[in-house]
């Protein structure tokens, strides 16, 4: 027996990548009736954070991109389709894959839909995939969609 899904989660970079997980991830709401958390992860590094004159501290930095990802969080999903449906956004601080797993365990998200760059080769190596991360690690089914298969999408 399968477990019914009533919780579908959505984390977003912003990129334009993202349209094809948001068609797959509203399309599953719809049909479960589930509830749908997006969320971003704010990858702050101190140590490669910009410093800027006039008083600006990280502090600062962090409060301002939080901001910004809360205001790109409420754009990310089409306001009449989020009118009809439970929408819960949630920003981050850290690293993404953890930060990702680690929500899905605490809000009991019962499928994760993201989307991947299809990194390969030497980049693959050195940097890693943050989806591929996320499926070792997540507590859920991970559905992981190609950016390329984007479909038109309710949300």
């Keep these: 027996m399968t477990k019914p899904i009533k919780r579908v989660m959505l984390p977003t970079d912003f990129s334009s990548a993202t349209q094809a997980a948001i068609s797959y991830a509203s399309a599953m709401v719809e049909a479960f009736d589930a509830e749908l958390h997006v969320m971003h992860v704010l990858e ?14 990280l502090a600062q930095f962090v409060k301002e991109s939080r901001d910004a990802a809360v205001r790109h969080l409420d754009k990310t999903i089409d306001p009449q389709w989020a009118s009809r449906y ?3 956004r949630a920003v981050r601080e850290g690293n993404p894959y953890a930060e990702i797993v680690d929500y899905a365990r605490e809000n009991a998200i019962d499928l994760i839909v993201m989307t991947t760059f299809g990194r390969s080769g030497l980049a693959h190596m050195l940097i890693g995939s943050v989806a591929e991360r996320v499926v070792r690690k997540a507590p859920c089914p991970v559905l992981v969609v190609h950016p390329e298969l984007e479909t038109s999408s309710s949300a």
């Design 44 to 57: 702050v590094h101190a140590s490669t954070t910009p410093v800027f004159g006039g008083g600006l501290t």
């Design 86 to 88: 439970s929408v819960v």
